[in-house]
């Protein structure tokens, strides 16, 4: 029997606190839909999220993860960005190695503010997942 | 020690009930291990939940609390609250956000909506299961406050952060203060001048000597946090070096060669590239517009306190809390707009408030006397989707206050009102009657039905058809039309994006909860008041001011603040030293001890800020932060990952 078409994928998000955890919740205030299949966990800092939980999420049954970053707004001062970067590269590597899509992880820098930039970038990362979902 | 867990889950009255089945929720997750109890409830947060949770914890010596419901950013806090009220450490309870992150963004999916809210609160119970008592930090906090904006909302906020002994630094962008109540004349209900409130708050302000004033002066960066913010204030001179007499002042104005439109008049005058005070603003000097100066010096020959020299000074403050209070713009008609700018009969009612304050005996307008005044409501508010959607609410009463004054101060006039259905609420209502008394007449459109505006060569003419008598076309000749403008959001808004202070559906500055937490925004340490967060009365602004006020003073009164516990441990046994975490760590508060029998990683906990940066960059995994360790993750990944 075929597989079942799924209408949206599955995400992670890992969302901060202080920075896109609000712009994520904002955009909820403002009614601005997208699947229901995303799931927010919710962290100090973008650049203190291990590798092995990303790994985790996949191999659980998540199709991708997305870090909501907090680019150069972070409060913990202005490396968090190269330091998100190194850990998504580390990722990325990881994920070569057990033949996962690098492109199942995704970031951007979704400053407190930034709702519609957030659904824009969900939206367009579900779009991309569901296409090797449902070739 | 195995958990006894109490769940409950939130309606929200129907916020979170009208797209999610809050009931099938709970049969969903009451079987999960460690859970002890289950509820829904129509409002967590109500006392008398509050008071039912505090007895089912000490009832049934539950050891840790989930509440499903709302955005932590708004009741974290209570909940925490309602924890220790019943002897549970506060950090046993774990919010999950099925509002927010779920009801409301999925408002068009409840099936999917009640799915993810399963999870999300599978997901928190794992937490839950997993959570450990703690003891919360403590940070220094500045006792100091940053008020920017020195209108009415801000000088207000400044004298209550005074009167509560706390230091202030009152910012204001333009070169005088008073804001827009300085450009009024007389308010309702007090009847008092504008000039005369600012002229009480400024003096005020100058006899407290925890007040510090900037004047032309604006924040340029921020950098740290709640507690501890440092600001730039850029400070651009005045270029007097003192007083020059008042016969000096007035020589070096009419000397200066430049004339340019006079915002504090909306445009209707023209002022210097020199200019004083007007009789509302304060300080009572001169100042110079060096945008427009074109440096001629006829100005500096005349009086020698005046010296173009003067450069721009950059101060480096450093604050405890921001209190934003930065007001409005009044709403600027699109040229054409029930004929504005196709001809010079049509006006907006800040302009025509300020014609009214600088006429005397006759209203005249471009030398013809005033006597046919048409009022067109809700310009620039209440528009189709794509404009201003929202009520500005105070523009009725302004309109209504402004045609009874104007028909005191020159009774020959007559108002007609083109209102789209009147909202002057509370004790407005008097006003209207008085308006209806002195026999003002209104007159009724409708969004489908707007009045229009003919402007011809000698004459213009205002039409609708009046709801009021069955339609009936009804045409005013006016000599002056005044289009009756609402609030909008400052045009430049920019301070507000550097403390990323995040924006409304009508682009106002947003509030935590319109109910609950009204002057708190998302930024920690960040309050706003006045009718930069909405449109806003005076005595509007002046409430919420007091409540910015209050709320700043508690983040900084104590002179320290309790931070969450979160910090970065070290796993001794599989630490080896080498050197990475340290490296990454932009607060050197992680360094290597010998101590014991391997060199390992040791966390200076007072600097510490919880980062998590060491925790990647760990080749052994030796690190995890308290509260979000692997454990605590990977649960939570477990339960929301589960089809």
Redesign the interface.
């Known amino acids: 029997m075929a597989e079942k078409i799924r209408k949206s994928a599955k995400i992670l998000v890992f969302s901060t606190e202080k920075i896109s955890d609000p712009a994520i919740d904002m955009a909820g205030l403002l009614k601005l839909h997208y699947p229901p299949t995303v799931y927010t966990i919710s962290v100090p800092c973008s650049s203190g999220i291990k590798p092995r939980w990303i790994m985790h999420a996949y191999e659980k049954g998540f199709d991708g993860v997305f870090i909501a970053a907090d680019g150069t707004d972070c409060i913990f001062g202005e490396s968090c960005t190269e330091k998100t970067g190194h850990l998504v590269g580390k990722t990325h590597t990881m994920m070569k190695q057990k033949s996962i899509d690098p492109a199942r992880l995704k970031m951007a820098a979704i400053c407190s503010v930034c709702s519609e930039s957030f659904v824009k970038q969900i939206k367009g990362f579900n779009e991309y997942l569901l296409k090797t979902i449902n070739p | 020690m195995k958990k006894k867990l109490g769940v409950y889950v939130c309606h929200c009255g129907g916020n979170i009930s009208d797209y999610v089945d809050v009931e099938k929720v709970k049969k969903a997750i009451e079987d999960e291990g460690g859970v002890y109890l289950a509820k829904t409830t129509m409002f967590a947060c109500s006392d008398s939940n509050q008071k039912d949770m505090v007895d089912d914890i000490k009832r049934d010596d539950l050891n840790g609390i989930v509440v499903a419901s709302c ?1 932590p ?1 708004l009741h974290l806090t209570t909940f925490r609250n309602v924890s220790e009220r019943a002897d549970l450490n506060k950090y046993n309870y774990v919010h999950a ?1 099925i ?11 409840k099936e ?2 009640t ?2 809210a399963i ?2 609160v599978k ?1 928190a119970i794992a937490r839950a299961r997993l959570a450990e008592p703690l003891v919360p930090n403590k940070i220094v906090a500045q006792k100091a406050v940053a008020v920017i904006g020195a209108g009415v909302a801000g000088m207000k906020a400044a004298i209550a952060l005074s009167d509560m002994d706390c230091p202030v630094y009152l910012i204001e962008r333009s070169p005088f203060i008073g804001g827009r109540v300085a450009q009024w004349g007389k308010l309702f209900t007090s009847n008092q001048p504008g000039n005369e409130l600012v002229e009480g708050l400024y003096n005020k302000l100058i006899n407290r000597k925890n007040i510090t004033i900037f004047t032309n002066a604006e924040v340029t960066s921020n950098a740290g ?1 709640i507690g501890d913010f440092k600001l730039k204030v850029r400070v651009t001179p005045r270029y007097f070096s003192g007083l020059c007499s008042d016969d000096q002042l007035d020589k070096a104005i009419e000397a200066c060669p430049v004339e340019v439109a006079d915002e504090f008049n909306f445009n209707i005058t023209k002022r210097k590239a020199i200019y004083r005070n007007t009789f509302s603003q304060y300080p009572q000097t001169g100042v110079i517009d060096m945008i427009n100066c074109t440096r001629c010096g006829k100005c500096e020959a005349i009086c020698d306190k005046i010296d173009l020299s003067q450069k721009e000074e950059v101060l480096d403050l450093q604050v405890g809390s921001v209190l934003m209070a930065t007001g409005f713009d009044p709403y600027t008609p699109e040229a054409g707009e029930y004929g504005y700018q196709e001809t010079n009969r049509v006006v907006t009612l800040p302009q025509f408030a300020r014609m009214i304050e600088m006429s005397d005996k006759k209203l005249m307008h471009n030398g013809k006397e005033v006597k046919n005044i048409a009022y067109i409501y809700c310009v620039g508010s209440r528009q189709p989707e794509g404009g201003n959607t929202y009520c500005s609410r105070y523009c009725c009463t302004s309109a209504i206050h402004t045609s009874v004054e104007v028909k005191k101060k020159f009774p020959k006039v007559y108002n007609y009102h083109f209102t789209r259905g009147i909202r002057t609420y509370g004790k407005q209502e008097q006003l209207y009657a008085e308006s209806l008394k002195q026999g003002d007449i209104y007159l009724q459109g409708d969004e489908d039905n707007l009045p229009e505006v003919v402007v011809q060569e000698k004459k213009t003419l205002v039409k609708v058809n009046d709801i009021l008598s069955a339609g009936r076309a009804i045409e005013v000749e006016a000599d002056l039309v005044v289009l009756v403008t609402g609030m909008v959001p400052r045009a430049d808004n920019s301070v507000g994006s550097l403390f ?6 009508d682009n106002f500055f ?1 509030e935590i909860h319109i109910k609950l937490r009204t002057v708190e925004t ?3 340490g960040v309050t706003i008041a006045g009718s930069c967060q909405s449109p806003k009365n005076v005595m509007e602004s002046v409430n919420s001011a007091l409540a910015a006020a209050a709320k700043s003073y508690s983040y900084v009164s104590k002179g320290e603040l309790e931070t969450e516990p ?1 910090i970065a441990e070290v796993d001794e046994a599989l630490c080896t030293w080498c050197d990475a975490c340290s490296t ?1 760590c ?1 607060f050197d508060a992680i360094s290597m001890s010998n101590d014991k029998e391997k060199a390992i990683a040791v966390i200076n906990n007072a600097v510490c ?9 760990c080749p052994t ?1 030796a690190l995890n ?1 308290i509260a ?1 360790s ?1 454990k605590e ?2 649960s ?3 339960a ?2 589960v ?1």
Do not use: T
């Open positions: 955005s950013k956000n509002r927010e992150q779920d009801s409301w963004a999925h408002s068009n999916d999917g909506a799915e993810k999870r999300i997901a946090s990323k202070l995040p924006k409304g559906r947003n998302f930024i920690d979160v990454a932009p800020k919880g980062c998590g940066m060491c925790l990647p960059v995994d932060l979000y692997n993750i990977e939570m990944i477990d929301l990952a089809d």
